[in-house]
């Protein structure tokens, strides 16, 4: 299978976009002093992907153009006042790189990725290496499992329930779903 530059430089960045997030919103951060320095980095190496996925494409039209012209300025001007400049300017850069990408390759990496960092989640909080903790509110104890909050493995899961629809809907009977 042969893969072109731009495509995999999209695919990586895409990679450690998801990987920032995911462990951003794990109790790796707690458990692991200097991670949350290495994460920004990551930020910008990914942009660094982007904009050579973008530019390496070939395919930039006057549309694209126009598009950045007009939603930079407002972006810069959301991104200041919110205090979310990495996050909002990473969206901006895979919504104009990702046109040129296969969805369903996307999604399928996207799922991938969720089920093996999962996997590292679970495997790390049954071996102790990231703390137990609870949460009694009345007669429910809630389980963080290694996140942040108790709900975001359920988030997860969802997000590949979702994106496993989506990707093999030819292949799942509708009496399934």
């Given at each position: 299978?042969?893969?072109?530059?731009?495509d995999?430089?999209?695919?990586?960045?895409?990679?450690?976009?998801?990987?920032?997030?995911?462990?951003?919103?794990?109790?790796?951060?707690?458990?692991?002093?200097g991670?949350?320095?290495?994460?920004?980095?990551?930020?910008?190496?990914?942009?660094?992907?982007?904009?050579?996925?973008?530019?390496?494409?070939?395919?930039?039209?006057?549309?694209k153009?126009?598009?950045?012209?007009?939603?930079?300025?407002?972006?810069?001007?959301?991104?200041?006042?919110?205090?979310?400049?990495?996050?909002?300017?990473t969206?901006?850069?895979?919504?104009?790189?990702?046109?040129?990408?296969?969805?369903?390759?996307?999604?399928?990496?996207?799922?991938?990725?969720?089920?093996?960092?999962?996997?590292?989640?679970?495997?790390?909080?049954?071996?102790?290496?990231?703390?137990?903790?609870?949460?009694?509110?009345?007669?429910?104890?809630?389980?963080?499992?290694?996140?942040?909050?108790?709900?975001?493995?359920?988030?997860?899961l969802?997000?590949?329930?979702?994106?496993?629809i989506?990707?093999?809907?030819?292949?799942?009977?509708?009496?399934?779903?």
């Open positions: 299978m042969k893969v072109k530059v731009p995999f430089s999209f695919y990586l960045a895409y990679l450690l976009i998801l990987f920032n997030g995911f462990i951003s919103n794990t109790d790796f951060v707690k458990v692991i002093p991670i949350l320095g290495f994460l920004t980095p990551i930020y910008f190496i990914s942009w660094l992907l982007l904009a050579l996925a973008f530019f390496f494409n070939g395919k930039i039209s006057s549309y153009i126009v598009a950045i012209i007009i939603f930079l300025p407002i972006l810069s001007l959301v991104s200041l006042k919110s205090g979310h400049f990495q996050a909002l300017f969206l901006f850069l895979l919504i104009i790189t990702v046109s040129n990408v296969n969805l369903n390759s996307v999604f399928k990496l996207h799922c991938y990725f969720l089920v093996i960092m999962m996997f590292a989640v679970a495997v790390s909080f049954k071996l102790g290496i990231l703390p137990q903790r609870l949460v009694f509110r009345g007669t429910t104890v809630r389980y963080f499992l290694g996140y942040d909050y108790t709900s975001f493995f359920l988030n997860y969802f997000h590949l329930i979702c994106i496993g989506f990707v093999f809907r030819d292949k799942i009977p509708y009496l399934v779903i």
